[in-house]
């Protein structure tokens, strides 16, 4: 059984125009021989109504029939002659015959002047039926020149009519998976209306089941935060209490356990929060070289304690679209993993530029790199790689993507080569947003020192 709508119905259509065309070609073979036939028949009457009245005789009478002439006038005579011939013809009656004729078959139309004298007009069968058969194959040429025109009629029109099936795919193929936008059903042929309409629903219930997923994971990273909150604080009271040098050491594990997973919190909060956002277009302005100077600022205390040189190498203006937070958690993602991955005395250089229609925020570490065989897979949500470093989900470069995604962006991590330079370059590209010129318009949050400096500096 085929299973490709195209090929069942290119076959059982070829199977139909060929069957129609074979039968169409017996039928007009058996009617143009027939036809062919009887056109011979008619000449013979013409000569013999030539010979008949005397306008046409063959001198020196012909008696004998020859083997492969077309038509012959053969005189008789008006007694039966001795060529055997002759004299077979010599009996038949006035008329139209098939005589046989030392084993030759033969048309012969006998007939009798007035004067007693007779002829007949005869014309062997193997050229009759030659010249039959020779007509008739012609008759049938259109019918063989149609068919093959007909099958790549069809092909090409089933292939036309299937293709917005085709086109649909590709559509879908080509969507961002969070891309769950109905299909549209305009242009599309009715019949796909319904399938359509299926799939729309199915998206609807993702969306609905996407949503819930989100809400809930929110909505338990929230609750989780206060009684995390609470211990924290618990914890950090017994610094007061005295306790034994033993216990100390406990207290600082467990305080740094918890902060652990308030990070781990924070980082699946933002993850659910900022997906709920609406699209890119309709998001505040926000100038991102400004945002990243903030979390650079953050950063630049726990990068001067590993002795880490982190600083702007380049810094224009560019404002992209998006909520100030979640940038700033994109960014932060990013520099965090440089500045845990650098080792003491290395350096962190972040560039904030634009790029034709692109924001880019760039930022090369000096540290080991990503081995190859983790970087296809270091964007996933909880992957950590061969060479996780401090603490740590692994989910902050998910997030960056998601974040990068829902911006309309891109973000890429590749290893830096080459003899002078090693480390891991991370480049974000953002759409840039047009309102270049109106800085007045761009929201930005509480203005900072400018921390455009060199940490080590
Ligand atoms: N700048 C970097 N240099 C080297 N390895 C990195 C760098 N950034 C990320 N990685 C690798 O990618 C993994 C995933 O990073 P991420 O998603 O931020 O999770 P986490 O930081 O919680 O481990 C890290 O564990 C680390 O192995
Ligand atoms: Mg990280």
């Not at 903030?294 to 998006?322: H, K, M, T, Y």
Request: hydrophobic letters at 45%; proline letters at 6%.
């Amino acid at each position: 059984m085929i299973s490709s709508l195209r090929g069942r119905l290119f076959i059982g259509l070829t199977a139909t125009i060929v069957l129609t065309g074979a039968i169409g070609a017996i039928f007009t073979y058996a009617w143009a021989f027939d036809e062919a036939i009887e056109i011979q028949d008619s000449a013979l009457i013409q000569i013999a109504s030539l010979a008949q009245s005397g306008s046409l005789s063959v001198n020196p009478p012909v008696r004998e029939i020859e083997e492969n002439a077309q038509v012959q006038l053969i005189e008789l005579g008006r007694t039966a002659g001795v060529a055997p011939d002759q004299r077979q013809l010599f009996e038949l009656k006035d008329g139209l015959h098939v005589a046989s004729l030392e084993g030759h078959e033969v048309r012969v139309l006998v007939g009798t002047r007035s004067d007693g004298s007779r002829y007949a007009a005869a014309q062997p069968a193997s050229v009759r039926d030659d010249t039959a058969e020779d007509m008739a194959a012609r008759a049938l040429l259109p019918i063989i020149a149609l068919i093959p025109c007909l099958l790549i009629v069809t092909g090409l029109v089933i292939t036309r009519s299937l293709r917005p099936l085709t086109q649909m795919a590709g559509n879908l193929d080509a969507r961002r998976a969070d891309d769950l936008h109905p299909l549209p059903a305009i242009d599309a042929p009715t019949e796909l209306y319904s399938f359509i309409a299926s799939i729309n629903g199915l998206l609807t219930r993702i969306r609905l089941l996407l949503d819930q997923q989100r809400r809930f994971i929110a909505d338990a990273a929230h609750e989780l935060r206060t009684p995390i909150t609470a211990l924290s604080l618990q914890a950090e009271n017994l610094d007061a209490v005295e306790l034994p040098e033993g216990a100390r050491g406990r207290v600082a594990a467990l305080r740094q356990g918890m902060q652990r997973t308030r990070h781990l919190l924070d980082q699946l909060l933002a993850l659910a929060r900022y997906e709920a956002k609406p699209i890119a277009s309709e998001m505040p302005q926000v100038s991102l070289d400004q945002t990243a100077k903030e979390v650079a600022a953050d950063l630049l205390s726990q990068a001067a304690d590993r002795g880490i040189d982190l600083g702007f190498e380049i810094v224009e203006p560019v404002v992209v679209r998006g909520e100030p937070t979640i940038l700033a958690i994109l960014i932060r993602n990013l520099l965090d993993n440089a500045v845990r991955h650098t080792p003491h005395g290395g350096r962190i250089d972040v560039g904030v530029f634009r790029e034709d229609d692109w924001a880019v925020l760039q930022i090369e570490d000096s540290g080991p790199g990503i081995p190859a065989a983790d970087l296809e897979r270091i964007f996933e949500p909880f992957y950590r790689g061969s060479r996780p470093q401090g603490e740590g989900a692994g989910l902050g470069l998910s997030i960056v993507k998601r974040i990068a995604d829902s911006l309309r962006g891109e973000v890429s991590l590749e290893n830096m080569t080459g003899h002078d330079r090693s480390g891991v370059r991370a480049v974000v590209r953002l759409p840039l947003s047009r309102a270049l010129d109106q800085p007045s318009i761009i929201e930005q949050p509480t203005p900072s020192p400018d921390p455009c400096f060199r940490s080590a500096s």
